[in-house]
Every structure is written in C-alpha cells, then in structure tokens.
C-alpha cells in the first residue's frame, strides 16, 4: 500500500478486498481507514481486523537519515544520525545522552538519561530544525 500517511497499517490488496466484503464497505474506505484518515468506530474495527486476523503491519513513518555508530578514542560508543537540513544527532549508547548539532556544528539540543520514545522525538526535532 502507497501511502503519504505519518502512521498506517500495511496490508496486501487481498486483504483489502476481503475486508472491503467482511465490512461490506468500498476498498476505498478501506483504505481511508488503514491509513487513519477516517476514525469511524468501523474504521477501527477494521484496522484491528487487518491487524488480528489477517496479519497486517501497522507502520509509522520516521525521518530518513544516514546513520553510523562509532567508538570515540576514548572508548564511548557513540551513534551519529545525519539529516539532510545539516543537523546531526548524536547518542552515547552507555549514558543514554543525547545532543543535536546544527549545520555550523553548534549545540542547539542537549538531552540527558533518553529512552527509545524520546528518540523519535529527539529525530523529529533534528530533522525539522
């Protein structure tokens, strides 16, 4: 499934159709609701349908960087994000801190003690500065 939305649930064509028949809806609707645009309750029953009964993957898009993980001199392991605006996120995976450097290499974000949650938002604010 193509698809501009942030979050949505991946199914095949097939699924689609036989879930378009079980709801008794069009596939477009179906389509609406996979890809959260509509909110209805049978636009939830059918994204839980998909995900329970036919083994669709709900998906969530995230920024696209390069990334690289690195051991400093020092011996820190450091995992470096690379956006396409300049900036770049930097983790210390023993520490868990985090900061993000702008396109002239000043520290703009400085993060201490994150979890996997905060690095979303974390590469959402670097991809968006």
Same mark, same amino acid.
């Given at each position: 499934?193509?698809?501009?939305? +942030? ?5 095949? /064509? ?26 209805? /309750?049978? +636009? ?6 998909? =995900? #329970? ?12 960087? !390069? ?5 400093? !001199? ?10 396409? #605006? ?10 868990? /801190? ?25 590469? =959402?604010?670097? /991809?968006?500065?």
């Amino acid at each position: 499934m193509r698809t501009t939305a +942030a979050r949505y649930i991946d199914a095949t /064509e097939e699924t689609t159709a036989k879930l378009a028949k079980t709801f008794q809806c069009t596939p477009k609707f179906v389509y609406l609701a996979l890809t959260y645009r509509s909110d209805t /309750e049978k +636009a939830r029953k059918i994204r839980f349908t998909a =995900v #329970n009964n036919y083994g669709a993957t709900p998906m969530c898009h995230y920024p696209e960087c !390069e990334t690289l993980h690195d051991t400093t !001199e020092d011996g820190r392991q450091i995992m470096r994000q690379v956006f396409n #605006n300049g900036a770049v996120l930097r983790v210390d995976k023993c520490t868990g /801190e985090a900061w993000i450097t702008n396109r002239r290499s000043e520290r703009v974000v400085n993060r201490q003690c994150i979890t996997i949650p905060d690095l979303s938002e974390i590469q =959402v604010l670097a /991809e968006n500065m």
